[in-house]
Every structure is written in C-alpha cells, then in structure tokens.
C-alpha cells in the first residue's frame, strides 16, 4: 500500500492563479479531509468528503474547492490564489461509519508559497 | 466549540530525561482523543487513541494516558530519535438524530508540542 499520495511537493504561485492540489489513497477509505498547517496554528480542516459524490466544508473553505468522484482520489482546487493562501496542506484519509473514531492517516504534505 | 491547548510549547530534553507533554481540551461529549507524531517536513503519524477516562497505551517509550479534561504524553528515558512534533487532537461525538449538525467527526488539532531530544 502507498498509503495516501499528495502532489506536487512544492508549488509556488502568483496571486491570482489557479491550481489543483492532488490526493490519493489506496486503502479503500471512505472518509477523506484536506488540511491546512500554519505556524501556531494547527492544522485547519478545510474540506472533507465522507464518499464519492458527498462533500462538504469545514473550519476554512473559503477560497478553495473539492470533489470525490471515485473513492481514491480527492483533489483540492485553489480558485484564484493569494499570499494567505500560502501553507502547508495536509490530505488525509479514514475509514468507518459516521461518527466512528478510526484514525487518519495523512499523506506527506504540499508546501504552496504565494507571492 | 470545541478546543485542544497543548504544553510546552517547546520541550528540551536530555537523552534519558523522561517527561510528560500535556493536552488540554474542552469537547461536548468527547468521542476519542489521538495523539500524532510529525517530523519536519512530513505528515502526521498516527500513535494512539484513548476512548475514556483512565485508559492508557504504550508504545515503546511513549505512554499516553487521559483524564476527563486533558490527556498527557509520557516519554520515558527518551532518545534523539523521539524528537519530533508531538500533536494532540479531540473527537466529539456526533449529534444524536435530529439534532443537526455533521456526523462526521471532525478532529480538532493543538499546535503541537516541539520535543527536542540532545545526545
């Protein structure tokens, strides 16, 4: 298993592009979520989907957009980027029924600078 | 709303030198709380989940233990491997049906003790 797969590793945009950050994993999850890590400030959940075809948005979505087409992939869509948009973002996948406490497992990470 | 303080914030170790991370919370109606380690440059990694009050998990050095109101990490003769970012996260359990509300689970994060561990 490769477990949960995030490219790029690096990216560096101007203000105003878009771009896609892609997710995938192996394990059949049903539950995925994308993160953001900001220094001081935890991780943030941005968007989660809980299935293919259902999302939905978490603490800080603004800015940014999802879909789940299939159970494996999960990418998260930056609409028009700006400098505090620059982060470390997390994707992470679960398994279990609603409301379950299985653990998540996280992929390796994207470093996005916006200038 | 629910919130996760974890301290130090920073935590300077001897090799050898056992020590306790601290994880304070506040959840309506805690569902699991899991602590994760993060080396630089990487993802978190998952160690443990603890379901109630007074339930323990060891791990190697590594023990965790939770009360009603905060968990702690204890690290045990620790070695310059153990240095990492050590983050705390909390569960609530989903609103009973027709209460509204997502039944997802969602994790809330600390910002993390940063565990330093010198030869």
């Known amino acids: 298993n490769a477990g949960v797969t995030q490219t790029p590793k690096f990216q560096v945009l101007k203000t105003g592009q878009s771009m896609t950050l892609q997710c995938a994993q192996d394990?059949?999850?049903?539950?995925m979520s994308w993160y953001r890590q900001d220094p001081g400030m935890g991780l943030r959940l941005i968007h989660y989907s809980v299935g293919a075809g259902i999302t939905d948005q978490g603490e800080v979505p603004n800015g940014y957009n999802v879909s789940r087409s299939t159970t494996e992939d999960f990418p998260l869509r930056l609409l028009s980027a700006a400098p505090s948009q620059t982060s470390v973002y997390f994707c992470?996948?679960?398994?279990?029924?609603?409301?379950?406490?299985?653990?998540?497992?996280f992929g390796p990470g994207t470093r996005l600078t916006v200038t | 709303e629910d919130q996760v303080t974890q301290s130090p914030e920073a935590l300077r170790l001897q090799e050898g030198e056992s020590s306790s991370l601290n994880c304070s919370y506040t959840v309506s109606g805690l569902r699991g709380l899991f602590w994760y380690r993060q080396d630089p440059g990487k993802g978190p990694e998952f160690l443990f989940t603890l379901y109630s009050a007074g339930e323990e998990k060891e791990k190697e050095r590594l023990k965790a233990t939770l009360t009603k109101k905060e968990s702690f990490l204890h690290i045990t003769a620790p070695k310059p491997e153990d240095s990492a970012t050590y983050l705390c996260a909390v569960q609530a359990r989903p609103p009973p049906p027709g209460a509204g509300g997502t039944s997802y689970g969602k994790l809330t994060f600390g910002q993390g003790t940063i565990l330093t561990v010198h030869p």
């Open positions: 394990m059949n999850h049903e539950y």
């Open positions: 992470a996948s679960r398994r279990g029924l609603p409301g379950s406490s299985y653990e998540q497992y």
